[in-house]
């Protein structure tokens, strides 16, 4: 699992760390620790975990954060499956989109990279967001989780996520920045929390002050056909 740390430490190409377990509102990250425990269960022994693993009915309380990635490109993917939240946060349907549609343009390409070594090397990648404030628009904090996953093939072509916003809600779409990110190697020697350097730094960032909760629908997923 991730560690918990308040302070910044620093990684190998001397950017910081931060992780914490809850948002500053004081809402839980559990969605997130969820779908991290649920996939180091399917590991097992080692290895990735093949999309097929998945039983969407033993993350069915966390449904309406989840999505489902498909590898397109070197640096891209697209959603095949999005919940609610996510719906919600982009104000339109995801299924078919590009996942870099959740960021804002300057961070597509970090986003970009991100993707990357999720797939290639394979690791597990912990990002924290924040959507600008605008004019009349609040803040809004982000913590997202991308896990990779096996086709039945064994290529490293998918990945299981979860995006949890937290903050006064406002009108779609919400685009995201990328705060800082912390990745981990999928390795049977790696150190749990020990960090991957990546292209280029991410800045660090405060977390936004937020003072209530995103709510939604009952959650379900959307299946590309």
Not at 49 to 67: E, G, K
Not at 201 to 224: D, K, N, W, Y
Request: charged residues 20%; aromatic residues 4%; glycine residues 10%.
């Amino acid at each position: 699992m991730m560690r918990q740390t308040s302070q910044g430490q620093p990684g190998r190409n001397g950017d910081k760390i931060v992780v914490l377990d809850r948002f500053r509102s004081g809402r839980s990250l559990s969605p997130l620790r969820q779908a991290e425990a649920y996939w180091l269960a399917l590991c097992g022994a080692g290895g990735v975990p093949r999309r097929s693993q998945v039983d969407p009915r033993a993350l069915d309380n966390i449904l309406t954060y989840s999505f489902i990635l498909e590898r397109v490109a070197r640096r891209a993917a697209r959603f095949r499956l999005a919940g609610d939240h996510l719906t919600d946060l982009a104000g339109m349907e995801l299924r078919g989109t590009l996942f870099t549609a959740l960021f804002t343009e300057g961070a597509r390409a970090q986003a970009g990279a991100i993707l990357q070594r999720v797939f290639a090397a394979p690791a597990v990648a912990e990002l924290r967001l924040n959507a600008p404030a605008g004019a009349g628009s609040p803040e809004i904090e982000g913590r997202m989780l991308l896990l990779p996953l096996a086709t039945e093939h064994g290529e490293i072509a998918r990945a299981l996520g979860v995006l949890v916003a937290d903050g006064i809600p406002r009108t779609p779409p919400i685009r995201f920045d990328i705060a800082n990110r912390l990745l981990r190697p999928v390795t049977s020697g790696a150190t749990p929390g020990a960090p991957l350097p990546l292209p280029a730094p991410c800045p660090v960032e405060e977390f936004a002050e937020v003072r209530s909760e995103i709510g939604g629908r009952p959650p379900h997923l959307r299946l590309v056909t």
